[in-house]
């Protein structure tokens, strides 16, 4: 079976804090991908990144990054020097060649000043 | 390049009621989904068309819910008769192709179901 999960339900930090969001998940594809969508107070789901399950290189983008670890099976994402624009619910999800996402129960993270 | 857009944004109806969602992907993209989230739960996959074919419908919750594509563009999602616990948020999302396209998000229709 396939599965996400996200075990901080929420998260609270001070502006300029590290946080780290967890992700892990499980499945028996050998190709599969993971992804990271950020739900801002609008609504709207907005993509942050996919990976595929042959590359384990870690990304960084701005203050965003993202290790990837299929030893464990996990998926985190970590902002650096958080910022209250960063207040959002934060979705991990897996897809297999079906074409299907399967969500993670989100992290709804506040970022206060 | 627009993104893909949602009618309405909230919808409130009685139960028993009929409603239709209605999805516009972006332009060219073959792949659309529909999902939901419900109570503050993980957002679930409803059903995926490959321009107007039903490829997976797998999440379907009962033969209450329609989903439609016709000529593969717009694809709108009826509730007949609605009930209580279809409220929830209903998203549309598309992509270019299948394997790891990421599939990018409308805002989601609000649904309420008093």
């Known amino acids: 079976a396939q599965k996400v999960t996200q075990a901080q339900t929420e998260i609270s930090v001070v502006e300029k804090e590290d946080v780290t969001l967890d992700c892990v998940y499980e499945?028996?594809?050998?190709?599969?991908?993971l992804f990271w969508y950020k739900q801002p107070p609008s609504g709207e789901l907005v993509f942050l990144i996919r990976?595929?399950?042959?590359?384990?290189q870690n990304e960084i983008s701005g203050r965003y990054s993202w290790n990837f670890q299929k030893s464990t099976s996990s998926f985190n994402f970590t902002i650096t020097a958080s910022q209250v624009v960063d207040s959002a619910v934060y979705f991990c999800?897996?897809?297999?060649?079906?074409?299907?996402?399967?969500f993670g129960q989100g992290t709804e993270l506040s970022v206060k000043p | 390049e627009a993104g893909v857009t949602q009618f309405p944004s909230h919808s409130v109806i009685e139960k028993g009621q009929t409603v239709t969602l209605r999805c516009d992907p972006i332009s060219g993209h073959d792949n659309l989904y529909w999902y939901r989230r419900v109570m503050g739960k993980e957002i679930k996959f409803l059903l995926h068309?490959?321009?107007?074919?039903?490829?997976?419908e797998s999440g379907m919750p009962n033969n209450r819910f329609l989903a439609e594509r016709t000529g593969g563009t717009y694809s709108t999602l009826k509730v007949q008769p609605a009930e209580l616990e279809d409220s929830g948020v209903y998203f549309c999302?598309?992509?270019?192709?299948?394997?790891?396209?990421?599939?990018?998000f409308g805002d989601g229709t609000r649904l309420s179901i008093l």
């Open positions: 990976r595929n399950s042959f590359d384990e």
């Open positions: 499945t028996r594809d050998t190709t599969y991908y």
């Open positions: 068309f490959v321009k107007e074919s039903k490829q997976d």
């Open positions: 999302a598309s992509s270019k192709g299948g394997g790891g396209q990421p599939q990018h």
């Open positions: 999800a897996l897809k297999m060649e079906g074409g299907k996402l399967i």
